[in-house]
């Protein structure tokens, strides 16, 4: 979410489409520009790269300090949209439905009670 070039309409277009497709799990990043790469190539050419970005904010955990802060959205809007993106996911009527049909057992349940905690965990931070 948040790719050199793209505006908040074409990260929510994203959003909606994986919605559509409504598998049972979905995972959203912002990006994350590594050294040597074409992404960074393409990041320092748009602007937006961190000059204070240590070795540590290149994880695809956290995602509260960016490498790269999209010129379009900022800083502010790319995190909030990182946790929109999760939070309208998972609250998906359609989402919900098929993982609730995927479930087989006791431990699928489980599971999927554990990975919510995760999830409302990030909706919190």
């Known amino acids: 979410l948040g790719l050199p070039g793209e505006d908040e309409k074409m990260v929510k277009n994203t959003i909606n489409f994986a919605k ?5 799990t979905s995972l959203f990043y912002l990006p994350i520009p590594y050294p040597g790469t074409e992404l960074m190539r393409e990041c320092l050419e748009m602007g937006g790269i961190r000059k204070d ?4 904010d290149y994880s695809a ?17 790319m ?3 990182h946790k929109y993106a ?4 998972y609250t998906s009527v359609k989402v919900i439905f098929n993982i609730v ?5 006791i431990d699928d349940f489980k599971r999927y ?5 995760a999830i ?6």
């Not at 559509?20 to 049972?24: C, K, M, R, V």
């Not at 970005?53 to 540590?56: S, V």
């Not at 009670?113 to 905690?117: F, S, T, V």
């Not at 409302?120 to 931070?125: A, K, S, T, V, Y």
């Open 120 to 125: 409302i965990g990030l909706w919190l931070d």
């Open 53 to 56: 970005a240590a070795w540590e």
């Open 113 to 117: 009670a554990k990975a919510l905690q």
């Open 101 to 105: 049909k995927s479930m087989r057992s």
């Open 79 to 81: 995190v909030a949209l």
């Open 20 to 24: 559509e497709l409504a598998a049972e």
């Open 86 to 89: 999760h939070r309208s996911y």
């Open 61 to 77: 955990v956290d995602f509260s300090r960016p490498i790269y802060i999209n010129p379009a959205l900022g800083i502010k809007k």
